[in-house]
């Protein structure tokens, strides 16, 4: 459950109210009134509580939790305890992710600049802002109104965000245009030259980078991540995108509209992301590549060809999802058939049970 010292609850709501708000339907409309004061998992969640149900494993926490209102699929609604208030919905994480923000809504800012901030006279700060300690705004910088700049972030001279940015501290931001309601957790890095060298036995001459980073309306940019500008061309992050912490984007790279990028993935120069397109954990993509709308990256997995549009890789070098389980099964085949060696353990024997599934599709 939240811990009241960080996350403030504004006032319990109705079970009616969170129907509202998410577009989800009580299977009873006589519990619209039940009151609910939090949100807690399954097993430990009490009659004021809201919880979800959205993955099958957790069927004997959902028909055993005390929960007072919960999301589920129809298909469930049936297996609740008794006296529970069903909220039914095809989407019960993402109605609980609404209900979850309406519930504990982002702090606001506070409008003032703290004695210790450096803020240049030249740079222009909307209403409502608020500068905590240490903070370094440079010389034309324009922020929106409603922003909050953390302790000791750092903003370069020329660099223009929109309204409702949320800056983290240790932050720091040169070379940059940033739309509106973006938010960077602490420590990020947004452009700083990329790394771009022309080599020579005489020893490697640096090219100058001279594009910006261009970030749209709505992305989310983790703690620690690196977003290098341009070296003649922008960086640009599209619309809606979210980037995990310890993100490596490289100089010209260009993701399109609603792109997931997940912790310790790294993307090399000049390659491009169309819309939607996804990559799990420490995935990489290698230079001057195109991935199409929809592609998704299999975690660890290495790209060094382009990715059609909605096709799913796997493995280093990626290849189809498809191909990926079958080389698998074969190698599980030819160990297991060679003597002196070990047959598989029940991990083994679970992943080439999925390799051979996918094979036989």
Partial sequence: MPDSRFFDLPGPVTAGALEQVTGATLHEAGLAGRMITGIAPLESAGPDHLSFFDNRAYLAAFENSAAG??????????????GMACLITDDPYRAYALAASHLYPEPEPEPGRHGSAIIDPSARLGDGCQVDAGAVIGAHVEIGARSWIGANAVI??????GAALRLGANCTISHSVIGERVAILPGARIGQRGFGFAMSPQGHQRVPQLGRVIIEDDVEIGANVTIDRGAGPDTVIGAGSVIDNLVQIGHNVRLGRGCVIVAQAGISGST???????????AGLAGHLSVGDGAQVGAKAGAMRDIAAGERVLGSPAVPARQFFRQ??????????RPGVARTGAVGTSMKQKAQDEADD
């Fill in 69 to 82: 209102a919960c999301f589920v699929r129809p298909a469930f609604v049936s297996r609740a305890p008794a």
């Fill in 156 to 161: 370069g001279a020329g660099v223009q965000c």
């Fill in 272 to 282: 491009r992301l169309g819309n939607f397109v996804v990559m799990a954990g420490q």
């Fill in 328 to 337: 698998i099964s074969a190698l599980e085949r030819l160990a297991g058939s």
